[in-house]
C-alpha cells in the first residue's frame, strides 16, 4: 500500500491539506489553520486512546488527519487530576493493566510510562449481605467462591463464556438469541441457587462494569469476559477480575494519562480542543464536519466514541436503522472513582491487600493505589449508589465514603491527608463509564453496527473491540483497526 496518499485524486481535483493545528494547554498547539477549502483524509473525531491510536496509525502511513476533541485535553476515560491539597496525582478513570494487554503495554514503552505492580498481599474483603470475610488476596477472586455453591456458578459463566465463544461478535454465538433475551440479573437466577452464590455472580459482572445485573444482557457480559484475552490466550473470568495476573496487575506511575497526554504532544499539530462535533454530512464520498471549531472537510471519518453518546451528534443524511437501534440500546454505566490519601498504609498492618469486594455503602470495589510516594486507598461508587450521590455536595460524598472505607479497615480511615473525586455521570463528553453496556435484545438484532461503516463514516472506541473491550488496550485495539479500514477505503 503507498503511503504517498498526496497524490490521491479528491472529489472535484482538491489537494489534501496538511492536519489542521490543534489548541489546548494540554498538548501545546494554537487553532486550525486549515483553508476552508481544504480536504484532509480523515477527520477523527474524539483523542481518547482510541482516536490517537487511529490518528498515530494514519499520520505514520502518510495521510492527512485532524483531530477533533470537544474537551481541553486528550485522553478521554482516561484522565489524570490531583488532590487539592497535596497535589497528588490521582487516575480519575481507567488506571489497571494487564496480561495480554499487549497494544496499552507497548504503547506505555515507546513513551516511557512505568508501572508498579498493584499491592496484593494479605487479605481482601469480600462483604455479602451483612457477613465479611477475609480471603487471601493472592487468590483470584473467583476462589472465594468454595462457599456453598458459589464455585459452580461461576465455573458455569466462565463455561459459557469459553463454548466456541466469537469473540466481539456475540450475536453470531448459538445460543446468543436466549443469552440476549435475558438480563445478567436473570441469568444468575438460572445458575446460581443459594444466596452467596447469586451475590458472587453479580458481583462478578457490577465489579468491572459499574452497572446493576438487570441493566446489561447476560450475552453482552459473557462477550466480556471471553474478550479478556488475546488471539493466543482465551478470555477467562479469572483474568477479568484478578489483581496477579489478571487485569489489575499492575497500574501506571504517574498516572495511566500519561499515554495519551504523550501521543497528543506527538500528534499536537493534527488535533483540535474545544471542539465538539455538532453535525457530519456526507454526499458523493466526501463528509463535512461541523463542530465548535469550525467546518472541517474529509474524504473519511472516524468516530472514536462510544456508541452510547454518538447520537449527540446530527449525522445528514441519517443513519442506518441498525445503527441507530444499536445507539439506543446502549448506555453508559453510573460511576465515579474517590481516593483518599494518607501518610502510611494502615491496613497492611491488619494483613490487609486493600482490595474489597462490597455492599455498594457507597463503595463497592477498593483497591491500594500509589502516587508520588503517598499510599491511597480507591474506591468505585456504581449504579445506583452513584446516582443517588450525582447531585449531592461533595462533603457529603467525602463523608460517606470515608465512613465506608472506616467499615472496611477500621478507625485509622478517618485520618486521610487529602481527597479527589471525579465523577464520570457528569462529565458531559462521557456521560458515565467505565463502558457502555447493552440491554437485552440490542446485540442480536442491531451487533453488526457497532463497527459496520455508514458512507465514509468508520467506528472506533473501545466498546468496538474484539478482545479487552471497555479497557485501554481496547481502545488502542479498535483505533488501530479503524485506521486499516479507512487506509484500505483511501488506496
Request: glycine content about 10%; some cysteine; charged content about 20%.
Amino acid at each position: 500500500m503507498t503511503t504517498d496518499l498526496s497524490r490521491r485524486r479528491f472529489l472535484g481535483g482538491a489537494l489534501a491539506t496538511a492536519g489542521a493545528l490543534a489548541g489546548s494547554s494540554a498538548a501545546g498547539a494554537g487553532r486550525a489553520s486549515a483553508a476552508p477549502t481544504g480536504i484532509v483524509d480523515v477527520v477523527v473525531v474524539g483523542a481518547g486512546l482510541s482516536g490517537l491510536a487511529a490518528a498515530k496509525s494514519l499520520v505514520a502511513s502518510g495521510a492527512s488527519v485532524t483531530v477533533l476533541e470537544a474537551r481541553d485535553r486528550p485522553g478521554g476515560r482516561v484522565h489524570n487530576i490531583s488532590t487539592p491539597k497535596v497535589g497528588a496525582t490521582l487516575d480519575a478513570g481507567a488506571e489497571f493493566i494487564g496480561p495480554t494487554q499487549n497494544h496499552i503495554a507497548a504503547l506505555a514503552r515507546e513513551y516511557d510510562v512505568a508501572t508498579l505492580r498493584t499491592y496484593n498481599a494479605g487479605d481482601s474483603i469480600f462483604v455479602g449481605g451483612d457477613t465479611t470475610t477475609r480471603v487471601p488476596a493472592a487468590l483470584p477472586l473467583p476462589a472465594i467462591a468454595d462457599i456453598g455453591q458459589a464455585g459452580a456458578a461461576l465455573a458455569r459463566a466462565q463455561a459459557d463464556a469459553l463454548a466456541g465463544f466469537p469473540v466481539g461478535e456475540p450475536w453470531r454465538h448459538p445460543d446468543a438469541a436466549r443469552l440476549d433475551s435475558i438480563t445478567w440479573g436473570e441469568y444468575t437466577d438460572q445458575i446460581a441457587t443459594t444466596r452467596i452464590a447469586r451475590e458472587m455472580v453479580r458481583i462478578a459482572m457490577s465489579a468491572p462494569l459499574s452497572v446493576r445485573p438487570d441493566e446489561v444482557s447476560a450475552l453482552y457480559y459473557l462477550n466480556y469476559i471471553a474478550a479478556a484475552g488475546d488471539e493466543h490466550n482465551p478470555g477467562t473470568l479469572i483474568r477479568l477480575l484478578s489483581t496477579d495476573g489478571g487485569a489489575q496487575e499492575k497500574l501506571f506511575e504517574g498516572g495511566a494519562a500519561l499515554i495519551p497526554l504523550r501521543m497528543a504532544r506527538e500528534l499536537r499539530k493534527h488535533l483540535v480542543y474545544n471542539a465538539p462535533v455538532r453535525s457530519i454530512a456526507h454526499t458523493d464520498g466526501l463528509a463535512t464536519v461541523t463542530s465548535d471549531a469550525g467546518v472541517h472537510r474529509a474524504r473519511r471519518v472516524i468516530v472514536a466514541m462510544s456508541p452510547a453518546i454518538t447520537d449527540q451528534i446530527d449525522y445528514r443524511p441519517g443513519l442506518s436503522a441498525a445503527r441507530r437501534g444499536l445507539q439506543r440500546g446502549y448506555r453508559m454505566g453510573a460511576v465515579a472513582k474517590f481516593a483518599a490519601v494518607y501518610r502510611r498504609p494502615f491496613w497492611r498492618d491488619k494483613g490487609l491487600s486493600g482490595q474489597v469486594y462490597g455492599a455498594g455503602r457507597p463503595i463497592d470495589v477498593t483497591f491500594e493505589s500509589y502516587a508520588d510516594n503517598r499510599h491511597i486507598l480507591m474506591g468505585f461508587i456504581s449504579a445506583d449508589a452513584m446516582r443517588r450521590l450525582d447531585h449531592a455536595p461533595e462533603r457529603q460524598l467525602v463523608s460517606e465514603c470515608i465512613a465506608n472505607f472506616v467499615e472496611y479497615f477500621g478507625p485509622e480511615a478517618r485520618d486521610f491527608v487529602d481527597h479527589g473525586v471525579f465523577k464520570w455521570d457528569l462529565e458531559p463528553w462521557s456521560r458515565g463509564g467505565p463502558v457502555a453496556v447493552s440491554a437485552p435484545g440490542t446485540l442480536t438484532a442491531f451487533g453488526p453496527a457497532l463497527r459496520e461503516p455508514v458512507g465514509p463514516i468508520h467506528w472506533a472506541g473501545t466498546e468496538t473491540a474484539d478482545y479487552w473491550t471497555g479497557y485501554m488496550d481496547g481502545a488502542v485495539r479498535s483505533g488501530r483497526r479503524a485506521a486499516r479500514e479507512v487506509l484500505g477505503d483511501l488506496t
